[in-house]
């Protein structure tokens, strides 16, 4: 994976590696009209690298977020990549946490509480034949581990949201 980080440096980008996952970021300037060709000729090459490595890129799950300083700055992109198109999205999957191009982590949120509602239905059907310690066991590998996860994410983000604010 070392030689794939000197791929993507050589093209002035970041990256985080996790697993099979690999996230580029890079920031820029909102007027700067070369953006969409750089992120066109760092996918190709790391395209090309995957291919001497007998990998293959997934453009089907390759996402594109811009998050913007200025709230009202909207960029829609659209990378051509092979036969493959990558348009921005306003939302994108970070391992596991959904992230939104303004930073509110409404739709993360929204996804987790939804998650749970229908664990906790779910564990209320079953209730009647469950003993206490099984439910509480449920509960907590279910509903609390997901509410826990990414946590200090999300608490980071709200201690940061009053100065975001001013």
Request: proline content about 3%.
């Amino acid at each position: 994976m070392s030689s794939l980080g000197s791929v993507i440096r050589k093209h002035a980008f970041s990256y985080h590696c996790y697993a099979d996952d690999t996230q580029l970021y890079f920031s820029f300037h909102p007027d700067d009209p070369t953006v969409p060709a750089r992120i066109a000729a760092c996918l190709t090459d790391i395209s090309g690298w995957m291919k001497e490595h007998h990998l293959q890129l997934n453009l089907a799950k390759t996402e594109l977020i811009v998050i913007s300083a200025n709230p009202a700055l909207h960029h829609n992109f659209s990378i051509q990549l092979n036969s493959s198109t990558i348009t921005s999205s306003r939302t994108a999957r970070n391992l596991g946490v959904v992230m939104d191009d303004q930073l509110t982590f409404t739709d993360h949120i929204a996804a987790t509480a939804r998650f749970c509602r229908f664990a906790l239905y779910n564990i209320r059907k079953i209730r009647s034949f469950l003993s206490e310690q099984a439910t509480q066991l449920l509960v907590q590998a279910l509903v609390l581990s997901r509410l826990d996860y990414c946590n200090a994410l999300l608490a980071g983000f709200l201690h940061a949201l009053p100065s975001l604010c001013r």
